[in-house]
Structures are given as C-alpha cells and as structure tokens.
Nanobody
C-alpha cells in the first residue's frame, strides 16, 4: 500500500509563495500519475495540477496556470507543488494524489483512490 504524506502548508500573505511536498511511503510511485487537488470549506475537492510518471507532461487548472508548478523526483519518491502569487481564493486543504492506473494523467477527484491526509494553506490579505 502506498501512503502519501504532505508537508509545506501554512499561512502566507496574498502574493506570497509556498512549496508543498508529498512523499510516498511503502511503494514506488515512479510509474504513477500524480497530482494535487484542493478543497475549500463548503466546496467540492477540485483539481489543481497533474504530472505524468516521466514528468513529460503537466496539466494545470486554469485558476493556477502560470503561477503554480508541479514537479516530481522519482528517485526520492516525491512530488512537489510550487505555488507563487497566491490569491485569497487559494486558501484550502491541499491533497496529494496518486493514480496507478493512469500514468500520463491522473484521474478526477472521483476516480483517484490514493490520497494524502492533506495540508492546510491559509492566505491572508
């Protein structure tokens, strides 16, 4: 079983930056599609960014395009999300996700089955 452990969340001012990390324990994720999702209070979990197993392809939600960057280091069994120019609406719990069945593009929030525990990102004005 793969366990995903996120870190790096915290409080940041609007316009600031944070880097989230996700380390996988128990099994290699080098062949998995990986991604980040987020969920704000009272809202559904939404897609943020995805990366293919080989880092050959990345995909972003329109809301974060140009400001967030997803990357991975298969040697470290880790995935990262660099978040720049954070906006107030970016405040949410951010979840790392793994998809062993879709190595090019992770599935949706409804189909992904491997999740981390989440890390809180709070954005202040």
């Amino acid at each position: 079983q793969v366990q995903l452990v996120e870190s790096g969340g915290g409080l940041v001012q609007a316009g600031g930056s944070l880097r989230l990390s996700c380390v996988a324990l128990g099994r290699s994720i080098s062949s998995y599609g990986m991604g980040w999702f987020r969920q704000a209070p009272g809202k559904e979990r939404e897609f943020v960014a995805a990366i293919a197993w080989s880092s050959s392809a990345t995909t972003y939600a329109d809301a974060v395009k140009g400001r967030f960057t997803i990357s991975r280091d298969n040697a470290k069994n880790a995935v990262y999300l660099q978040m720049n120019s954070l906006k107030l609406e970016g405040a949410a719990v951010y979840y790392c996700a793994a998809d062993p069945y879709r190595n090019q593009r992770i599935g949706t929030a409804q189909t992904v089955s491997i999740w981390g525990q989440g890390t809180q990102v709070t954005v202040s004005s």
